[in-house]
């Protein structure tokens, strides 16, 4: 008899055992996918970056030598764009829990000042020895920043460096990080922290000046650090508060937030909430993300639903991307329809149970405008007439941006396609100016 039943139990339990063995092989390769297309997508933003620091480089010398006024206008506005591409690069990657604001600062300078010079008649007003010595000064700064980021490259190329490992090694609790790639930005970011000003112009001053400025439009009364764990029980529906920890940061500093971690099944949860107020700045729950189960829709709805129920209300998004099983989602506000593109917030859906695991929202919170124009000057149609014949226009609005003084600045947006490719032109509606133009990702042209 037993060997009866051993007979029929043993092939059931054998194919138990090989079903069991093949889901488990599956798993391990979904996850090893996942992670492998995250680290790509790190790799190919660095060495992009390191691409365009190249050319801004090589741009900026070149701008050095022009004597054409023409020449020099499209150098400038190649400066500009390329310091607007690195500081893009940089925002790709996960560099958000260290210190790297000195470089990005300083690349937005660039980008400022270029754009600054080569929008104005320069047959008018042609470049002063001092902006021609502020440019010699700034591409010796850029040249030692490239420099860096070059002797960087060639140890991640040669010692096979993975940005997955700096992804973890600054999610940890861990103070001392050893980590090359960590080692290299903070070493660039404490350099270019040591650079002694540059005076830039009134117009560049002004947008440090907005920068400050901008902590005080938190509302709300300080929290406490019990209030602060409290917070993020409610919006994340956890029982009870014992495991959670909180500390205060940035002490004498512009603005005041309190860190807010605790442990969950896969992992552990960091949130950053401002002390003014007690608003949801950031949110990260790096977990591994099973098969998706989401489609685009419905992750962003849960998205919305989300930023609703911690009071980020009449968001529109903008744009998406699509990393391993998650999706990421970019809004802005919008009123009297009228997209406020400075006041943005990132969400990052898992798309296996659609929970939220990243938020980021300073730029939602600190950059909120008060609309120094209500209608612009300019009709669509004389705005459209300002924008390139080649752009084939799809879609147009009206949107607040941050013009190159740093102030807020009304434009019509017009959406268009030129040799396959999707822009975004900004046309001042009050002067009729070209504020701005962005080359739109694939996954954001999805959107638009």
């Not at 909430?273 to 989401?294: C, E, S």
């Not at 975004?424 to 959107?447: C, L, P, Q, W």
Request: with cysteine.
């Amino acid at each position: 008899m037993y060997r009866t039943v051993a007979s029929v139990l043993f092939p059931l339990l054998l194919v138990g055992l090989i079903g069991t063995g093949i889901w488990g092989y599956r798993e391990h390769q979904e996850k090893n996918a996942i992670l492998i297309k995250a680290e790509n997508q790190y790799q190919r933003a660095f060495h992009d970056l390191n691409d365009h620091m190249d050319k801004l480089q090589s741009e900026m010398g070149k701008v050095l030598a022009l004597n054409s006024q023409k020449q020099l206008a499209e150098s400038m506005n190649n400066i500009w764009r390329l310091a607007f591409a690195a500081q893009e690069d940089i925002g790709q990657l996960p560099l958000s829990l260290m210190p790297f604001d000195k470089a990005e600062k300083f690349l937005g300078n660039i980008g400022s000042f270029a754009h600054q010079v080569g929008v104005r008649d320069l047959k008018e007003k042609p470049l002063t020895d001092q902006e021609w010595k502020n440019m010699r000064t700034l591409y010796t700064r850029a040249n030692e920043i490239q420099r860096d980021l070059s002797k960087l490259q060639e140890k991640v190329l040669n010692e096979q460096l993975r940005w997955m490992d700096v992804e973890l090694a600054l999610a940890s609790e861990d103070k001392k990080m050893d980590n090359a790639i960590i080692d290299g930005f903070q070493q660039v970011n404490k350099m270019v922290e040591q650079y002694p000003e540059v005076d830039l112009g009134p117009n560049i001053s002004n947008m440090e000046v907005h920068k400050r400025e901008k902590f005080r439009h938190l509302t709300g009364k300080d929290i406490s650090l019990e209030e602060a764990k409290q917070k993020v029980a409610d919006t994340f529906g956890v029982q009870s508060t014992k495991k959670m920890k909180a500390t205060l940061n940035g002490k004498g500093g512009d603005y005041q937030t309190i860190s807010v971690t605790y442990p969950k099944a896969e992992g552990e949860v960091y949130t950053d909430l401002t002390k003014k107020g007690g608003h949801l700045v950031f949110m990260i729950y790096d977990r591994p993300v099973k098969t998706a189960k989401l489609n685009l829709t419905q992750a962003e709805e849960k998205a919305r639903h989300f930023l609703e129920k911690i009071g980020y209300k009449d968001m529109v998004t903008i744009s998406y991307d699509e990393v391993g099983q998650m999706f990421v989602f970019n809004f802005v506000h919008q009123h009297d329809d009228i997209y406020f593109y400075p006041e943005k917030v990132a969400v990052k859906v898992a798309r296996d149970n659609g929970e939220i695991v990243a938020l980021q929202a300073d730029e939602y919170l600190f950059n909120k405008i008060t609309p120094v124009v209500k209608k612009p000057n300019l009709t669509e149609e004389e705005a459209r007439k300002k924008v390139s014949s080649k752009l084939s226009v799809q879609k147009v609005n009206l949107a607040y941006i941050y013009g190159h003084t740093g102030k807020p600045v009304l434009c019509y947006e017009f959406l268009g396609t030129l040799d396959k490719e999707q822009y975004r032109v900004f046309i001042n509606a009050v002067d009729g100016g070209e504020e701005k133009v962005e080359k739109i990702k694939k996954a954001d042209a999805d959107r638009v």
